[in-house]
């Protein structure tokens, strides 16, 4: 099946600096990412939806300013947490859309803010 | 606006017992519809989707799902629970562009 990975599967960072987390399908190309946000026992939430060349749509209440998406190429989204708090404390999951009916998760990454 | 309800937050059973997993949906179309396992740290691994036609899917690891339109319903079974299946599971329905909205999950504890 399709592999899609993130890097770094885990980061901590000091509060008021900026995280980049990347998502890259390995062996198709996506029009189309889309980024999750989950805490600690909770369901995954839709941030924002990447396609390749254009720029993200966020859903309501994400703060696009705090949360850049970038999709340069058919294989590679990044999502960059800028200024962290603490509160951006998550796990922060991608996925890549091969068709309609295929989408593709990556593993996550955990991001600790101190 | 498309929603998930997964009714049950936890469920426990017996090694070897059968499971059923409940998921209710509200889609003004026709749902895409998947079921998702996650186990604690990891990303989510599909276990089947329905798209269209028979409305009894089969997935991966002996898991399969019903899907009932007239009862908004997508539950997932498995006959014999084995140890290893314990784990997180989603259930999500998704757009024609994609996007996908996930029930809150059901946790599941296997007893030896």
């Known amino acids: 099946g399709a592999v899609v990975s993130q890097h770094p599967s885990r980061v901590i960072c000091k509060s008021g600096t900026s995280v980049k987390i990347e998502c890259r399908s390995l062996?198709?190309?996506?029009?189309?990412m889309f980024w999750y946000r989950q805490f600690p026992k909770q369901s995954l939430m839709l941030m924002a939806t990447s396609n390749e060349g254009s720029k993200a749509t966020y859903e309501q209440g994400v703060e696009k300013d705090k949360f850049l998406i970038n999709h340069a190429s058919l294989t590679l989204s990044t999502l960059t947490v800028t200024s962290a708090h603490p509160e951006d404390s998550s796990f922060y999951i991608c996925?890549?859309?091969?068709?309609?009916?295929?989408?593709?998760f990556g593993p996550g990454t955990r991001l600790t803010v101190t | 606006a498309q929603s998930v309800t997964q009714p049950d937050i936890h469920i426990t059973v017996s090694e070897g017992a059968s499971l059923e997993l409940r998921c209710n949906y509200s889609?003004?179309?026709?749902?895409?519809l998947f079921w998702y396992v996650q186990s604690p740290g990891q990303g989510l691994q599909l276990l089947l989707k329905?798209?269209?036609?028979?409305?009894l899917v089969q997935g991966i690891k002996g898991f399969e799902a019903e899907f009932k339109r007239s009862q908004s319903s997508f539950n997932l079974r498995k006959p014999s629970v084995h140890w290893s299946d314990a784990a997180e599971y989603f259930c999500a329905v998704g757009t024609n562009a994609g996007k996908s909205t996930f029930g809150d999950g059901t946790t599941l504890t296997v007893k030896p």
């Open positions: 889609y003004g179309a026709t749902p895409y």
């Open positions: 062996d198709f190309q996506a029009t189309t």
């Open positions: 329905y798209f269209s036609g028979d409305t």
């Open positions: 996925s890549a859309r091969a068709r309609v009916d295929e989408q593709y």
